[in-house]
């Protein structure tokens, strides 16, 4: 395995790789991926079993265009057509009544396909050259941090992929947006830095996950977690190690800027090298619960468990 630049080249040899039933890292505005033939039941598989993820957790499909979501859901609202010319290409996954094409292995059995368009120009061109829909779950085992960098993908995942195409940093650097747009309503089923405020600018109301138990079964209280285990402060000492908003106090402090945003999209980053350094514990300080940090608020909350 080898991780390479997007080249034509290496796109060339991803397409190729997906094409014939392999496994390829390919980076995407949002994470890392590990990307499979979203038709091909053995490649689905073998993504299930490289993350070592359980079978009812369903996989995100990439497509390059709108239209290619047609063969791909059965039926798709007009709310869902609003939400993508709104945000695709972009981290939104929209959760729409799958086809009989896309299996029961990607979905992990529901009727439902969660699809998106990402928007990272790498990403395009494979999907574009590639012309199938492409699986790709975040590229890291389950349970640990999702890789916004090439080199951040785990050895273990890299051997059991054909290449890795570098794209680079991830610029939003956290998962996708998933809305559920499979009944009358849409429900965000998965914050992302695509808030619950623009998809409500589109649409209207937009329901919570709660009354309906679990429908997001990926959505574990823990995930997207570092090694060390991680808490959530309101201010770090000069002794502790960890992300802070202010100066940081030593050597062991990451410090983010306070824009929901940026500090997203330097999360991930800053937990793997935090994860490195040998501590006994990650401290993370607590962003304030506005609604522009949702999201952020997701990811730490998870880190932590
Ligand atoms: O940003 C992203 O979405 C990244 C990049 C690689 O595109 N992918 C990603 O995939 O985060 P993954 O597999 O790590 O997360 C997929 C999420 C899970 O929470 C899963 O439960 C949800 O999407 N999901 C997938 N299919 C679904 C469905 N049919 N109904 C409800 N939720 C679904
Ligand atoms: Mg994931």
């Known amino acids: 395995m080898s991780i390479l630049l997007p080249t034509d080249e290496a796109i060339d040899l991803a397409v ?31 993504t299930f079993r490289l993350k070592g993820r359980p079978a009812d957790n369903p996989l995100i499909v990439h ?13 798709i609202p007009t709310f869902a057509y609003d939400l993508a010319r709104a945000f695709w290409p972009g981290p939104l996954t929209l959760v729409l009544p799958k086809q ?47 890789p916004t960098r090439a080199e951040h993908i785990e050895q273990k995942i890299q051997d059991g992929l054909a290449c890795v195409i570098d794209g680079g940093a991830c610029e939003i650097g956290i998962e996708s947006t998933v809305v559920d747009c499979s009944s009358t ?10 808030s619950r405020e623009q998809i409500e ?23 997207y977690s570092p090694v060390t285990p991680v808490r959530i402060v309101e201010r770090l000492e000069r002794k ?27 999360l ?16 993370i300080q607590a962003p304030r619960d506005l609604p522009e940090w949702e999201a952020f608020w997701d990811r730490i909350r998870k880190a932590a468990g």
């Open 268 to 283: 991930y980053a800053s937990l793997y090298a935090l994860d490195r350094m040998n501590l006994s514990e990650i401290l």
């Open 16 to 46: 190729q790789a997906l094409r014939s039933g392999k496994l390829i890292g390919l980076p995407t505005e949002t994470v890392y991926g590990i990307g499979a033939n979203a038709l091909d039941r053995d490649a689905v598989l073998a």
């Open 63 to 75: 497509v390059s265009s709108l239209e290619q979501v047609q063969q791909i859901a059965s039926s």
């Open 240 to 266: 502790d190690s960890g992300i802070v908003f202010s100066i940081p106090l030593n050597e062991r402090q990451i410090q983010l800027p306070i824009d929901p945003l940026i500090a997203a999209s330097l």
């Open 100 to 146: 009989p094409t896309i299996s029961n292995e990607v979905t992990a059995g529901l009727n439902t396909v969660a699809v998106r368009v990402p928007s990272h120009p790498v990403a395009l061109k494979i999907l574009t050259r590639a012309d199938i829909p492409v699986s790709a779950p975040s590229a890291n085992t389950f349970m640990s941090l999702s």
């Open 185 to 194: 309503y849409p429900v965000v089923l998965r914050p992302g830095v695509i």
């Open 201 to 223: 600018g589109v649409v209207g109301q937009v329901g919570n996950e709660a009354p309906r138990q679990r429908k997001s079964p990926g959505t574990y209280p823990r995930h």
